[in-house]
């Protein structure tokens, strides 16, 4: 029972460490927003020419009379728009992460450095180019599992009473769980961790998993959210796979006089 609350604890306190590094803060800031503007675009395009889409690609319906040309063609104007939306919220985290890998990958190791006893981050020594591979590689991954749950989901909502109630709490915990391997990874990647390994790890502790991925899917469902949290999941998310390694953690009680002053004090005393 401990790991239903310690996931969510997790995630206070990677929030809590970002808030304590204004400048780790705000480099943590710029993939989510670059990413951010990327897929607004693509949604308001979508938005727009849907329609037309929709209506190329259902030549047959031409000559159906009113309404139902309209209501068949609306209904797959929306369907679609819900489909991409869906697929917007489970990959924004990939693209973001991916994006600003050289970001990401330097705030976990602040973090790691900050709580470990000896005062050091593990380090993965492959190059950023053998790095974003691997990113790319296992979140491509990742995403093939998160749609075909997607499509299970999606035609599982079809169904009377169930697919309104039960099916939706289902695809939050869903959500939640691939959420937190594709934050985890960060620090998984950089010690070795491959995918399949990730994988048993997380099933492992699902509970924990679940109480830090869920809340955070949920907190990303709000406009410009996911944003502003990305920074805090991932040195949350960092915590956490210490936890599921076993790994001794201390609490960091830096001030935010580093960021006043910059970092050099505090780089040289983690070396």
Known sequence: MRDLGAGFTYLLKGQRWVSRHGKQYGFGLLPGLITLVLYAAALIALAVRGEDAVTWATPFANDWSSPWQGLFRGFLTAVLFALALLLAVLTFTAVTLLVGQPFYE????????????????????LPLWRELWISARDSLRILVRALLWGVLLFALGFLPLVGQTVVPVIGFFVTGFFLTEELTAVALQRRGVELRARLTLLRSRKTLVWSFGTPLGLAFLVPFVAVFLMPGAVAGATLLARELLGEETEDGDEDTAEDAEGEDVTQRSWR
């Not at 450095?113 to 020594?125: I, L, N, Q």
């Open 106 to 125: 330097n705030l976990s190791e602040k973090v790691d450095a900050d709580v470990s006893p000896d005062g050091t981050a593990p380090e993965s020594g």
